[in-house]
């Protein structure tokens, strides 16, 4: 089996307990303990369970496209400036709490804690060989979502080992980010201690995913010396490594490679409609950031890319921020009007049209027999941890330590990166201090560039006022809480400061 058959079982999860289609509330769950008595009674029981939790690792499509966009790297584009207001509003810095895709990334967040934390307040009830690594699975899942629940909110309402049921929103109150924090690095401690180094199955998450997110959670904290040795224990492993040619990451022939520490698993299964775009098995975001009315001539040079709605445009400023030489240029934009020259194909503008698209995540051709609407149903992966992006958070993490500083750690591990997108060691960089700080922040755009880290990555070091455009500091570097949400609670959550 490809990828992690999630279709068929976790229609059992949403019916044992929750509903996450498009409803405003972010629990809307049973009341009662309904089917809890005749589930978990077996290993499947578990496993079914599990597979339920990462399904909603495929609605972060849309963490994904939207944390592109609000950073500078793209401008939100479409079909006109209504085209999803929501996306709109995040790009031009204008959002309130009424935007309908905050609301969905909150929701759908929370829907992936409340199915994991659904198998963990199970835990005990049944006891079969390899429950650990089960467990440890429910862990990571429940860690990941909710770091992106802090890092688009802050502090948000904390719930361990039960389910967020309706009505306990008028006694759990929003928690301080650093006890979210500190309840992620718990997870992720126990999953790095019961994962298997190698995925049963591809999909799964491993001790060095577990690694890589408990780093990267260090980072995010400012915790340097800490993010360094998980980091450089992830490292000296070897379990992982840089594939030789950096194009071939985001091709169908590219996936689950060695580079890839975490990858969400996409098919193009059928199961979505615009009115239910996270009940897609495929990478929604994918369809979002493809060239607008594409068309190429059957068996042309052209002919591996296909139609989409033209969201996500680079600007120019992210083009050129590529050196001269630099390999990843190529394969992380895509020129359309280079690209129609040398190979004929035609193609539509939308709104803001800047003239470049993001090569990694659009559109590739599909045989004919694909399923579904296939904007809505790209079997993409997304990549959400490389190896590339353990190196740099591990060269960043030993140049900013203020304890144990290591600039020439940071170097070789900065380095080795910048070798293979250059193919040679003329590029290497020897700066120290601040210096190196500024170009491992530089190296991080133009590596990760179109995957959704550049937004986060200018909120954590504290550079995003100046680099976007309407960005209010204080204020933008969280998203306000859904208007939905804080009205359930009776109005008893206070909102995000200026909103």
Not at 158 to 168: P, S
Not at 225 to 235: K, N, R, S, Y
Request: glycine share 8%; with cysteine.
């Amino acid at each position: 089996m490809k990828k992690i058959n999630i279709k068929i079982v976790s229609a059992i999860i949403i019916l044992i307990t929750l509903n996450v289609s498009c409803s405003d509330d972010f629990v809307d769950v049973k009341s009662n303990s309904e089917n809890s008595e005749e589930f978990f009674n077996s290993e499947a029981d578990y496993q079914n369970a599990l597979v339920g939790a990462y399904d909603l690792l495929q609605a972060t499509y849309l963490n994904v496209l939207m944390g592109e966009i609000a950073s500078d790297n793209t401008l939100a584009g479409g079909e006109s400036a209504t085209d999803v207001v929501g996306i709109q509003e995040v790009d031009d810095m204008i959002h309130t709490p009424m935007n309908t895709q905050l609301r969905d990334i909150w929701g759908w967040m929370f829907s992936g804690v409340n199915r994991a934390n659904y198998i963990l307040e199970f835990k005990d009830k049944t006891n079969f060989t390899g429950k650990e690594a089960v467990l440890a699975q429910a862990r990571f899942l429940r860690a990941y979502y909710y770091f992106e629940l802090v890092k688009w909110f802050g502090d948000v309402p904390l719930i361990v080992d039960q389910r967020f049921l309706f009505g306990d929103q008028f006694a759990v109150d929003r928690t301080p980010k650093a006890e979210v924090y500190a309840q992620i690095e718990l997870d992720l401690m126990y999953a790095v201690d019961n994962l298997p180094v190698t995925p049963t199955q591809e999909g799964r998450v491993t001790k060095g995913a577990a690694q890589a997110l408990l780093g990267k959670a260090y980072l995010y904290q400012d915790k340097f010396d800490a993010a360094a040795a998980v980091l450089d224990q992830l490292i000296a492993d070897a379990n992982y490594d840089l594939v030789s040619d950096y194009n071939s990451i985001f091709e169908d022939a590219g996936e689950n490679n060695i580079e890839s520490v975490f990858e969400v698993q996409y098919s193009e299964a059928e199961g979505a409609g615009f009115g239910c775009l996270q009940c897609s098995e495929g990478n929604v975001a994918v369809g979002f950031s493809g060239v607008r009315n594409y068309t190429a001539t059957p068996n042309s040079s052209g002919d591996i890319f296909s139609s989409g709605f033209s969201f996500n445009v680079p600007v120019q400023e992210v083009v050129d921020a590529f050196e001269a030489g630099d390999l990843r240029k190529e394969v992380a934009i895509l020129d359309i009007e280079a690209w129609a020259t040398q190979t004929g194909i035609t193609y539509g503008t939308g709104f803001e049209h800047t003239g470049y698209f993001n090569r990694k995540y659009i559109p590739r051709k599909r045989s004919a027999s694909a399923q579904g609407d296939r904007n809505l149903t790209n079997p993409n992966n997304y990549r959400s941890i490389r190896f590339a992006d353990v190196l740099l958070m591990a060269a960043e993490a030993h140049n900013r330590s203020t304890t144990a500083s290591n600039d020439a750690k940071a170097q070789t591990y900065l380095n080795r990166v910048r070798e293979r997108a250059f193919g040679d060691q003329l590029h290497n960089i020897s700066a120290t201090g601040g210096t190196l700080t500024e170009l491992i922040y530089q190296e991080r755009r133009v590596e990760l560039v179109g995957e959704g880290h550049r937004f986060f990555d200018l909120v954590r070091t504290g550079k995003a006022a100046q680099e976007i455009d309407g960005f209010v500091a204080n204020k933008h570097e969280v998203f306000p809480i859904p208007t939905i949400e804080i009205e359930l609670t009776g109005n008893r959550w206070l909102q995000n400061p200026g909103y």
